[in-house]
């Protein structure tokens, strides 16, 4: 095995090949870049002068070290320009017969001790590696798009991978600064894993009409994505995105990557996203920017409770400048809110207060029979015309309207981040749709952003979220990947402020297993069962790390 990598070659120079080649002549190794034709090559060139040449127009690069890079990279359509390199990385399209293909014509032409690597995002690398007479030193190294920007490549080794031909390649993931996870061969590896069981949950939730695309965006948005779900489908390319969903399917069987039927429609009607101008939105024409409506005088609001939640609803109103007074269970927890606050204001014990309000939110126990009597002794002072709201994600909203005689006013109110600035309104099979309008002009008139969507457990962040998250503790039972590995895969693979694990620890473990026992109760789908392991360190009282 070559000791230490002076050539690299790389086969394709599509959007990730001339991506690699770029990020490896910068690290200043010498590189052969192979095309199948003139003009392939010629775009392949097209692509690392332009990749370089915008680096060089922010100031980024000098042109000077710009041509320095372009000197080191030597194109060639003829694969016997590759057989003085140490190893060579395929990045040809996802087709398995044709990395097969490339990998028999690689066998020939490469050094007996050159490493094969292959830039497959969710193929088989042992059906790849068995195409040759070396399996043994071929390895799966998954950049990410863009690759000079990314910062996760995915190690893959296979059960034949020898430790040599792995260290070869996990040394020069360093050498290129990147963070390197080193996994086993699995349909997806870690990152594609993780994230297309939610697209794909994303778009059948979309599908089914639980919300619309704009909202199911902003929602996830709000948590801190770089992208909403179906913007970042959108950007993939629906084609790829059912191509690997299919791919994780083959191997797993497992439901949650059973491509939504609306992926399958969209890509055989030729709407594959932004590359063809439509897919879930349409790009053809700039998008209309809606003119911000202005927002209505804030509603007098009373808040029922007196935990956390109860205190940032109030704490928020009172920023907004909105009338609002709170209800606590007794005198001495109506003191803690007052000393939460910080400030005075109107409260009490007796639920008389709550009478004039437009808005009247509960945040007590998550217990249906604590909620539903709570809301039977409210609907008797409200006053008629009130929105009534419970900040529920477990508890169907129904459940808790059915115990009022006003079940058209009630609707599920949800803050994922009682801090941040987004308000997810659930309406139920009976909510009246003017009760739905009015609850979305309060809470803009708070503040804060309403997205819509029906009574569902979860609503739109927790039904996404938590199931990816209790996938990351199945992958982690499983000793596929550790911790560490997981989390860094979500970060720099697909730009999650946090990964999985220590996001779990930072919600509470407590909350992603009540989530999953409703989507549970609800769907019957095994994948939200929660994972055997998040029960157990949420029953032993501890958390991940
Ligand atoms: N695009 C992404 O976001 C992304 C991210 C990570 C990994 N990947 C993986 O990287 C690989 C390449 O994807 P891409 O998006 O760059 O595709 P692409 O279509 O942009 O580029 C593929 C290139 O390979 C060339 N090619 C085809 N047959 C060839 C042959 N026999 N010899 C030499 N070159 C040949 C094509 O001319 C083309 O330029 C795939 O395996 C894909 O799954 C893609």
Do not use: W
């Not at 309406?427 to 809470?443: I, S």
């Amino acid at each position: 095995m070559a000791a230490s990598l002076n050539k690299v070659g790389v086969v394709g120079l599509g959007t990730m090949g001339a991506g690699i080649a770029e990020v490896l002549a910068r690290s200043g190794l010498d590189v052969v870049g192979v095309e199948v034709g003139d003009e392939a090559l010629k775009r392949g060139r097209g692509h690392l002068e332009n990749s370089t040449g915008r680096a060089v127009k922010r100031g980024k690069l000098s042109a000077e070290e710009q041509q320095a890079i372009l000197d080191r990279i030597t194109l060639s359509t003829s694969f016997g320009a590759l057989s003085d390199c140490d190893l060579v990385i395929e990045a040809v399209p996802e087709q398995l017969q044709l990395k097969r293909r490339v990998f028999e014509q690689l066998d020939e032409v490469c050094r007996a001790d050159a490493v094969l690597a292959t830039n497959t995002s969710s193929l088989s690398v042992t059906e790849i590696a068995v195409s040759t007479n070396r399996p043994e030193q071929v390895v799966g190294v998954h950049f990410f798009n863009p690759a000079p920007v990314m910062r996760l490549v995915e190690i893959i080794h296979s059960v034949l991978t020898r430790p040599e031909a792995l260290s070869v390649v996990q040394g020069l993931v360093e050498r290129l600064g990147k963070v390197g996870v080193t996994v086993g061969d699995r349909a997806g590896f870690i990152a594609n894993r993780l994230l297309f069981g939610y697209l794909n949950q994303a778009a059948a939730m979309y599908d089914a009409g639980h919300a619309s695309r704009e909202d199911i965006d902003a929602a996830m948005k709000a948590t801190g994505l770089p992208m909403g779900p179906l913007t970042l489908m959108d950007l993939i390319g629906l084609d790829v995105s059912l191509e690997v969903c299919e791919a994780i399917y083959r191997e797993t069987r497992n439901r949650r990557h059973a491509p939504a039927p609306i992926l399958r429609q969209m890509v055989t009607a030729g709407l594959l996203g932004r590359k063809t101008g439509r897919g879930f939105y349409s790009y053809d024409e700039p998008a209309a920017t809606a003119e911000a409506e202005p927002a209505g005088a804030p509603p007098r609001v009373g808040v029922v409770g007196s935990g956390p939640l109860a205190v940032a609803l109030i704490s928020g109103c009172l920023r907004a400048g909105a009338d609002v007074r709170f209800v606590a269970g007794d005198a001495e927890k109506a003191d803690a809110v007052r000393t939460a606050l910080e400030q005075p204001v109107e409260g009490g014990t007796e639920l008389g207060l709550l009478a004039d309000c437009d808005l009247i939110v509960e945040a007590v126990a998550e217990d249906t029979s604590v909620k539903r009597s709570l809301f039977a002794a409210v609907d008797d002072v409200a006053k008629p015309g009130a929105v009534l709201a419970t900040t529920t994600t477990t508890v169907p909203v129904i459940e808790v309207a059915a115990a009022t005689d006003r079940p058209q006013d009630v609707i599920g109110l949800n803050l994922p981040d009682p801090a941040g600035e987004l308000v997810e309104i659930a309406a139920t099979v009976v909510t009246a749709p003017e009760v739905v309008r009015r609850a979305a002009e309060y809470v803009a008139a708070l503040g804060r952003r309403p997205v819509h969507c029906r009574d569902r457990a979860g609503f739109i962040v927790d039904a996404l979220r938590v199931p990816y998250l209790n996938d990351a503790v199945r992958m982690l039972e499983t000793g596929y990947a550790d911790a560490d590995s997981i989390d860094a895969a979500m970060r720099y693979g697909c730009g999650y402020p946090i990964g999985p694990v220590a996001d779990l620890d930072r919600l509470g473990l407590g909350h992603a297993v009540e989530v999953l026992r409703a989507l549970y109760t609800e769907y019957r789908e095994p994948a939200y069962a929660p994972a055997p392991l998040l029960e157990e360190l949420f029953t032993a009282g501890r958390t991940f790390r």
